[in-house]
């Protein structure tokens, strides 16, 4: 199985006032091409910060390490370091080579459910030509929507879904552009047991057709589902 992301020694910490509160501690994690791999841990224990560094949404700390390694921090995508990249660049990779599925959905509740899924095809053009843009990816967006059995609500808000519903919108939208690795965080936290493993459904069938994914949850039960689990402590990777 070849690497499509890597993570070396990971570190950040964030200001609470004078003091420097450490989240993570030299983090090393791997994903490889076609594999589910699971980050479990604790409320607090670095998880999804982790998964947004990961993800190009944050940047590790390169300060001292606190564990003896002295690589700096770094993520590599297919090979590539992202500290290399520019803004332009990282905006580029989370746009098309990232696709992000959080417990709180962030669907825009001004847009149907069709515009929420086809916004991340309108990225990167100039206004006038969005919508010229998003044009060709429409029945993609419809194929989508009809495999995780939202057709008949195309056209509803956000304000008229169920929660299940939106998180499947969201799974949708995260899909558009064909991501290479899919991330989410607790996609599954605030919804009920039923419409949970409804979502979890969704995900072990986008990884058995090869999808790539990198999953945080606290729910062993979820956990389970991935080839690999990983135990987040304190902000290292706990080995058993």
């Known amino acids: 199985m070849s690497e499509l992301i890597r993570l070396q020694n990971i570190r950040k910490a964030y200001w609470m006032g004078p003091d420097r509160v450490p989240v993570l501690r030299g983090i090393d994690l791997s994903v490889g091409q076609g594999e589910f791999v699971a980050i479990m841990g604790a409320s607090g224990s670095g998880k999804s910060t982790l998964l947004h560094i990961a993800g190009a ?4 700390d390169q300060t001292a390490a606190e564990n003896g390694n002295s690589s700096p921090a770094e993520v590599f995508f297919r090979g590539q370091p992202l500290s290399t990249m520019g803004r332009w660049g990282r905006e580029h990779l989370r746009n098309h080579d990232f696709g992000f599925v959080f417990q709180f959905y962030h669907l825009l509740p001004e847009l149907n459910v069709l515009e929420n899924v086809l916004l991340p ?4 053009a100039p206004f006038y030509f969005a919508l010229l843009r998003a044009r060709p990816r429409k029945q993609e967006a419809l194929a989508l929507l009809d495999s995780f059995g939202l057709s008949a609500r195309l056209r509803h808000r956000p304000s008229q879904l169920s929660g299940g519903e939106r998180q499947r919108v969201a ?9 290479a690795l899919l991330l989410a965080d607790e996609p599954t936290g605030n919804l009920d047991a ?4 409804a979502i979890l459904d969704v995900l072990i069938n986008l990884h058995k057709k090869g999808q790539s994914i990198l999953l945080v949850t606290h729910d062993p039960h979820v956990a389970a589902l991935a080839d690999r689990t990983v135990h987040l402590a304190d902000g290292r990777i706990q080995t058993p």
């Open 171 to 179: 799974i949708a939208r995260a899909l558009i552009n064909s991501p």
């Open 121 to 124: 095809a309108m990225i990167d």
């Open 194 to 197: 039923k419409t949970g493993g």
């Open 57 to 60: 949404l944050d940047t590790p």
